[in-house]
């Protein structure tokens, strides 16, 4: 694993309220190469932030802080992303329910669909990814947490 900072400022860091520990989504924005059309798209989920500013600690009374720099912990090829999507657009960090380790399928936002146009943008199949798999059923997961404890129930989603 690995530390890497990003910039950041108060909108960038969720309004001050990112924290060591705290786990976020991060986000790119960006200018499509071929169709010129404004872009979001998930970059990274479920990060671990290890600094906010110098601090190793989050506050004692949780008081949100504006801070320059944020310090990732990400394993080396999602160091790499990071690095390439800051110099691509804009970044923003999502922050994370704590409970949450889900992970959304990747898709992307285009400026369109802000209107109420076109569905989302399907991601392009990465080079070298080999023949199409089969769709897997839909099914919806819930998640009960009571104190300690955690049970997860899936049911197929109905036609």
């Not at 108060?10 to 990112?18: R, S």
């Not at 285009?110 to 023949?131: D, F, S, V, Y």
Request: hydrophobic letters at 35%; zero cysteines.
């Amino acid at each position: 694993m690995r530390g890497i900072s990003v910039r950041s400022n108060e909108v960038v860091g969720v309004a001050g309220f990112l924290y060591p520990g705290s786990h976020v989504d991060v986000l790119v924005s960006y200018r499509e190469t071929v169709s010129q059309q404004l872009v979001t798209q998930i970059v990274l989920q479920d990060v671990e932030v290890l600094t906010a500013g110098q601090r190793l600690e989050p506050d004692p009374q949780g008081k949100p802080e504006t801070v320059t720099v944020v310090t990732l912990l990400l394993a080396p090829q999602d160091s790499a992303r990071l690095a390439l999507a800051t110099q691509l657009g804009t970044i923003q960090f999502v922050l994370r329910n704590g409970a949450d380790n889900t992970k959304a399928p990747p898709f992307s936002v285009a400026m369109i669909q802000l209107a109420g146009g076109e569905t989302p943008l399907k991601p392009q199949p990465r080079a070298g990814t080999g023949t199409a798999k089969a769709k897997p059923k839909d099914f919806y997961e819930v998640e009960t947490i009571s104190g300690d404890k955690r049970s997860t129930e899936k049911f197929e989603a109905p036609k």
